[in-house]
């Protein structure tokens, strides 16, 4: 924007010289020769939009985007019982009009398949961070902290749907300020349960009910793939989190 903005002004400098119209005239006519016939330009660029994407100020079944990722984010931070890497059932503890896709831990690949209903709303989460107090001392500041240090790990947010690559860009960040959590029974991080304050932030993105029948949703950093195929499998290296959800919308 920059560079753009001191362009202009020495070309306005330039224009102002003793027989900048005539010049100004032939290169318009020469413009003129060379501009591209209309709808000849390149096409504007994609937007999460045209990937099915619900904008986020709207409402998904009389509910914001901010309260489903809400929902998502206790989901995945609770009970080992509805923990979908745990137990290798991308279903559990989902039975709502929105369906949940959360990528895996650090370093890890999962791959899963789900059969949903049609007509299902899914939110989709490529990375972040969860946190809350551990300690008596820390603070909400602390807890900030925590949950934007981890959701930074992942530097490249992607979602592809069908082999198509969705931008996720700034307007997926949600970040949740502290509010009073209570730590459950039997959770995902063998803590003892009990009330305390936590918070997140991360990617999430609202996608429209997909068609009937069988896709694949791939939830990654831009850093992870397939390395290789060996025996007709794909083997997949990554340093962050590759997770591949293969589902079937009945």
């Known amino acids: 924007m920059n560079k753009r903005y001191a362009l202009s002004?020495?070309?306005?400098?330039?224009?102002?010289?003793?027989?900048?119209?005539?010049a100004l005239a032939q290169d318009d006519a020469a413009a003129e020769e060379a501009a591209p016939a209309e709808g000849s330009g390149p096409p504007p660029m994609p937007t999460m939009a045209d990937f099915g994407a619900v904008d986020r100020q709207l409402d998904v079944e009389g509910?914001?985007?901010?309260?489903?990722?809400?929902?998502?984010a206790l989901w995945m931070n609770g009970s080992k019982d509805h923990d979908v890497i745990s137990t290798g059932d991308c279903t559990v503890g989902q039975d709502g009009p929105v369906f949940f896709l959360q990528n895996t831990w650090l370093g890890e690949v999962l791959i899963l398949d789900c059969t949903i209903p049609a007509d299902t709303y899914i939110?989709?989460?490529?990375?972040?961070?969860?946190?809350?107090?551990?300690?008596?001392?820390?603070?909400?500041?602390?807890?900030?902290?925590m949950g934007l240090m981890f959701s930074q790990w992942f530097s490249d947010p992607e979602i592809i749907i069908d082999g198509q690559h969705v931008p996720v860009g700034p307007s997926?960040?949600?970040?949740?300020?502290?509010?009073?959590?209570?730590?459950?029974?039997?959770?995902?991080?063998?803590?003892?349960?009990?009330?305390?304050?936590?918070?997140?932030?991360?990617?999430?993105?609202?996608?429209?009910?997909?068609?009937?029948?069988?896709?694949?949703?791939?939830?990654?950093?831009?850093?992870?793939?397939?390395?290789?195929?060996?025996?007709?499998?794909?083997?997949?290296t990554t340093g962050t989190a590759y997770a591949v959800y293969n589902i079937t919308v009945e």
Do not use: C, K, Q
């Open 172 to 236: 997926s960040w949600i970040h949740r300020e502290p509010f009073e959590f209570t730590i459950p029974e039997n959770n995902i991080w063998d803590y003892p349960p009990g009330d305390t304050l936590a918070g997140y932030s991360g990617w999430y993105v609202m996608l429209e009910p997909l068609e009937p029948g069988d896709h694949t949703i791939i939830l990654a950093d831009d850093s992870s793939g397939p390395a290789r195929v060996e025996d007709g499998e794909a083997i997949y």
């Open 63 to 72: 509910r914001s985007l901010e309260d489903w990722v809400h929902d998502m």
């Open 9 to 22: 002004v020495a070309l306005v400098a330039a224009l102002s010289m003793v027989g900048a119209p005539a």
């Open 123 to 145: 939110m989709a989460s490529p990375g972040g961070g969860f946190g809350f107090n551990t300690e008596p001392d820390e603070t909400a500041e602390d807890l900030n902290d």
